[in-house]
Nanobody
Framework: QVQLVESGGGLVQPGGSLRLSCAAS????????MSWYRQAPGKERELVAG????????NYADSVKGRFTISRDNPKNTVYLQINSLKPEDTAVYYC???????????WGQGTQVTVSS
């Protein structure tokens, strides 16, 4: 049974930082590209950042470039999202995604809430 478990969300003031983690189990982590998505109330889910299987390829939404950093630790089956200089518009539920193009399989975590407010 595949599980993606996010953690690290919370309430933070504007300008603050958080580090989100997503621990994967039940899959061969190295076979999966990992991504973070977010969904704000009343909005569609959007891609925030993605990282390739070995971590050499990363991509970011324009709205988070320079503030968010995605990384992965393959021996720990974990992907991270360091989020700095948080803005109120970053408020959303953040979801972890694992995708394997080879096996055409995709999995989602349950999400972790990030709220940016003073």
């Amino acid at each position: 049974q595949v599980q993606l478990v996010e953690s690290g969300g919370g309430l933070v003031q504007p300008g603050g930082s958080l580090r989100l983690s997503c621990a994967a189990s039940g899959l061969t982590f190295l076979n999966y590209a990992m991504s973070w998505y977010r969904q704000a109330p009343g909005k569609e889910r959007e891609l925030v950042a993605g990282i390739g299987r070995i971590g050499s390829s990363v991509n970011y939404a324009d709205s988070v470039k320079g503030r968010f950093t995605i990384s992965r630790d393959n021996p720990k089956n974990t992907v991270y999202l360091q989020i700095n200089s948080l803005k109120p518009e970053d408020t959303a539920v953040y979801y972890c995604n694992a995708k394997s193009f080879a096996s055409r399989s995709e999995y989602w975590g349950q999400g972790t809430q990030v709220t940016v407010s003073s």
